[in-house]
């Protein structure tokens, strides 16, 4: 079982920046991807951005140029910059790990992210 728990969230101005950070514990060590996925109000979830365990990353059109997906493995972190916001941003941020080997993937319970006009 792997636990996320994500922070960071909260109201913003356009064109202003915010940092998440997700905690990865438990078995991290089957935990491959990890990424950030967001469900605005009305909206389906979709993915902002990911990040594999060799670095590679992955994002959405949408955030491309302004926000930035790193990962910290020696303190099981992965963080998303996000600078440049606007209002379309505004969505619940949700963390995710991926666990291939055991076929399974993890959610965080979500940090809301409201950037006003």
């Known amino acids: 079982q792997v636990q996320l728990v994500e922070s960071g969230g909260g109201l913003v101005q356009a064109g202003g920046s915010l940092r998440l950070s997700c905690a990865a514990s438990?078995?991290?060590?089957?935990?491959?991807?990890m990424g950030w996925y967001r469900q605005a109000p009305g909206k389906q979830r979709e993915l902002v951005a990911t990040?594999?365990?060799?670095?590679?990353?992955n994002y959405a059109d949408s955030v491309k140029g302004r926000f930035t997906i790193s990962r910290h493995d020696a303190k099981n972190t992965v963080y998303l910059q996000m600078n440049s916001l606007k209002p379309e941003d505004t969505a619940v941020y949700y963390c995710n790990a991926e666990a291939p080997l055991d076929a399974m993937e993890y959610w965080g319970k979500g940090t809301l992210i409201t950037v006003s006009s």
């Open positions: 438990g078995n991290i060590f089957i935990i491959n991807t």
């Open positions: 990040i594999t365990r060799g670095g590679s990353t």
